[in-house]
Structure formats: structure tokens, C-alpha cells
């Protein structure tokens, strides 16, 4: 069973718009992960926040975590077609050893 | 750095067939996962190693699905018979840091049976 439940599940802006993406989660973590996958690929890691940190930034990446609610979203500044992909969220829950559970995704669609 | 290897991409079978799939980590990574993902679904946990040891293999079908790693390094998943429901992508995934459980992804084997 999953535990991450990703909103929306299908998201489509212009370039040079933010998207946000939110994920919601039920047990305690000690991480959550956002990874990205392109049609036909891998999962690609793309930033990790620990259940003690509330925002972190990577280059064009902002991640938030509410631990109160268990939630957090991930903001994608001045999107490019580039960014294309499904992205999902992973919990490193505390009661699992160390397994990330994924949610079912966000497909963001960028249009030029 | 090389990433994650899997082979093959792709697998069309018919259903009671034999399959496998192969998968070479990232060297050092002494963790090792197998994914199934659905068409439209996140992946989902199949089996985990550590080193040579199954420590996680409860989501793993075992009346048809059965994966080994030799020697702590290559892995081997195998589904005998395939059935219909089991056309999916199998991600093979890979983790040094025991810490985060940051994971390193292949391209997947897409199976269709048939």
C-alpha cells in the first residue's frame, strides 16, 4: 500500500510559471524525498528533508515539510519544458527499516 | 560514476512464461531494491537487500516471484509463471547512505504479458 496521497495528480502551467505540488502522508518519518521521473526512465532524486527541517531550497527546488499535518509540497520556480515529468514523494517512515514508501505522483506537463 | 544498469528495457511474454530481469547497482551501494510501478502509480516495494540478505521481502509474491543477489553485488528477480496482472515496469534501485535511504534509480524493465 502506498502511504504518500499526491495533489493534484495532473498539473500543466506555462513556462516560466511556479508549480507547486503537495503531498500528504500518514505515519511518522524520518525523511521525506521528492524524486522525479521522466516518461521511460528511472526515478531521479531530487531533495530530501529531514523530519526536524521545515523548508530547503536546491536551485529552482523548494521543499516544505509540516509535520503537525503531515504534509509537505515541493515549488518549482520559473518552470522550463524541461521539467516535464511525474514527480513523487517518498516517506522514510520511522516504522518501516529504512523502506520509502512513494505516492502515486504529480504529472506536471511544462508548455513552451 | 556509472549509474544503476538493468537489463533488459524491455520484455513482451506470454502469460504462464518464465521471466527475469538483471540488475547491476552502483558499485559500493551495498543496498538493493526492486520495484514494481504500475502504469500511473508510484513504485512499490518489492524486495530489499543488504549485501546478500533478503531483509525486506514481504511485499514480494513468493508463489511466483523469487530474486536473488550473489555475492552482494548483482541482483536477479524472476517471475515463473508470469501471469497477466504482473505486466508493470520493475525498477531496480540501489543506496549507499543507510542514513537517508537515498535511492538511485535504474531505467526499469518494462514486461507486458501477453
Known amino acids: 500500500s502506498q502511504q504518500g496521497e499526491e495533489d493534484p495528480q495532473a498539473l500543466s502551467i506555462q513556462e516560466g510559471e511556479n508549480a507547486t505540488m503537495n503531498c500528504s502522508y500518514k505515519t511518522s518519518i524520518n525523511n521525506l524525498q521528492w524524486y522525479r521521473q521522466n516518461s521511460g526512465r528511472g526515478l531521479v532524486h531530487l531533495i530530501l528533508i529531514r523530519s526536524n527541517e521545515r523548508e530547503k531550497h536546491s536551485g529552482r527546488l523548494r521543499v516544505t515539510l509540516d509535520t503537525s499535518k503531515k504534509s509537505s509540497s515541493l515549488l518549482i520556480t520559473a518552470s522550463r519544458a524541461a521539467d516535464t515529468a511525474s514527480y513523487f514523494c517518498a516517506t522514510d517512515a520511522s516504522n518501516q527499516g529504512g523502506k520509502l514508501i512513494f505516492g502515486q505522483g504529480t504529472e506536471l506537463s511544462v508548455k513552451p | 560514476e556509472a549509474g544503476v544498469v538493468q537489463s533488459p528495457r524491455y520484455k513482451i511474454i506470454e502469460k504462464k512464461q518464465p521471466v527475469a530481469f538483471w540488475c547491476n547497482p552502483i558499485s559500493g551501494h551495498n543496498t538493493l531494491y526492486w520495484y514494481r510501478q504500475n502504469l500511473g502509480q508510484g513504485p512499490e516495494l518489492l524486495i530489499r537487500y543488504e549485501n546478500e540478505e533478503a531483509v525486506d521481502d514481504s511485499q514480494l509474491p513468493k508463489d511466483r516471484f523469487s530474486a536473488e543477489r550473489l555475492k552482494g553485488v548483482d541482483s536477479t528477480l524472476k517471475i515463473q509463471p508470469a501471469e497477466l496482472g504482473d505486466s508493470a515496469v520493475y525498477l531496480c534501485?540501489?543506496?549507499?547512505?543507510?542514513?537517508?535511504?537515498?535511492?538511485?534509480f535504474g531505467p526499469g524493465t518494462r514486461l507486458t504479458v501477453t
Open positions: 534501485a540501489s543506496s549507499l547512505d543507510r542514513r537517508t535511504n537515498e535511492q538511485y
